[in-house]
């Protein structure tokens, strides 16, 4: 006959003290103790049998007083349910606690992990991660960074990114690709099921053809000094986007350079392969013959940067030096909007180069342009250097006569 147990109540509970010699363990039935402690200490535990290994076990529910009689019963009913479906219920309940709190990590907090993945793994270089991680800031996180992971839907998404595939559609391009990478990130983690934003590209936006950037002839560099000296532009800016002429760098690497790649005894750029394009497994550093003109951009800018670590730094850039962008604003402020962009006075280099018959690599290894295998890439690089310099103080001569005119 199974023994009777008399349930417990508030009132006889407030009345229960520790005693070193009296019972301190009081059943309210189902399984549900109330154990007393030195201290007026009363704390509610669970005592039933495993439903696999049927050992007795003994768990601890919680406090009395941070949980009521009432709470713990709740409790207790919950676990003889899991245990009549042969579940362990501190172990389902806790496997159950993490996965919810998984499924909870919101856009922003799993691009965090997304970020460090990537540079760990080299997929990324850290100057590339932080352009992208830029964009990420401006246009995704403002509407979707506090969305749990799960409630990510791409009725929603594309609803949100159409105006920006107007306006702006490179941008939306590369923006949803990071999200969707993203996502399959989370998938191969295991905290979606499957990624809601596969094949958005194809099914709500039409793709985005891709944009060379404007460029003007070579012929034309002329009245861009002309426009250059008359505009209000800061020195700096104006030496920035002759810089950028002479060495035919990327907007990126041109603004970047630091005083230490120089070696001016040598007449010789270097930039790590760190900072060059590309990822940071396949990238290569890029030396840059610096030609007459070139260096005496550098001796303007030692006057005001001369004791920074950049060359073009500048106090005003949460990076620490000029925009990469500086040279595409200044552009557009002189009238070249869509005829002319910062990167498009690489490709008018690169035209000059063909024009006066500079041999196909020489010239495109003048671009930091990646031509061949890996070998012959190392043989260039070595061997071209000496017609490289030819090339660029011959291209200075050139825009330094553009600048005259």
Known sequence: MARFVRPLNETKIKSLKFSLDGKNEHADGKGLYLFLFNGDRKVFYFIYSHPTTKKRIKRKIGDYGVLSLNEAREKINEYHRLLLD??????????????????????????????????????????TMDREWGR?????????????????????????????????????????????????????????????????????????????NPTINAEELPQLFQRLNLSNSAVTVRLLIEWQILTMLRPFEAVAVEWADVDFEKQILTIPAERMKGTQKKARSHTVPLSRQALAVLEEMKKHNGNKKHIFASTRSQSGVMSSQTVNHTIKHLGYKGILTAHGLRAMARTYL????????????????????DVSQSYNHSSYLALRKEVMQKWGDYVEQCKKR
């Open 354 to 373: 063909a024009d006066v018959g500079v041999d196909f690599q020489v010239a495109e290894s003048c671009l930091a342009h990646v031509v061949g295998n």
């Open 86 to 127: 042969g579940l362990e219920p501190f172990t389902y309940l806790e496997q159950l606690a993490k996965e919810q709190a998984r499924r909870a990590i919101t856009v922003r907090e799993y691009a965090e992990e997304w970020r460090k993945l990537k540079l760990i793994n080299q997929d990324n270089k850290p100057i």
């Open 136 to 212: 990420l800031e401006l246009y995704l996180f403002p509407h979707f960074g506090d969305y749990p992971l799960s409630a990510v839907k791409m009725d929603e998404v594309a609803r949100h990114f159409e105006p920006l595939y107007v306006t702006k559609p490179n941008t939306a391009t590369k923006v949803i690709g990071r999200f969707i990478d993203i996502l399959q990130y989370a998938v191969a983690d295991g905290l979606i099921e499957f990624n809601p934003l596969a094949g958005i590209r194809k099914t709500r936006f039409k793709k985005v053809k891709a944009q060379h």
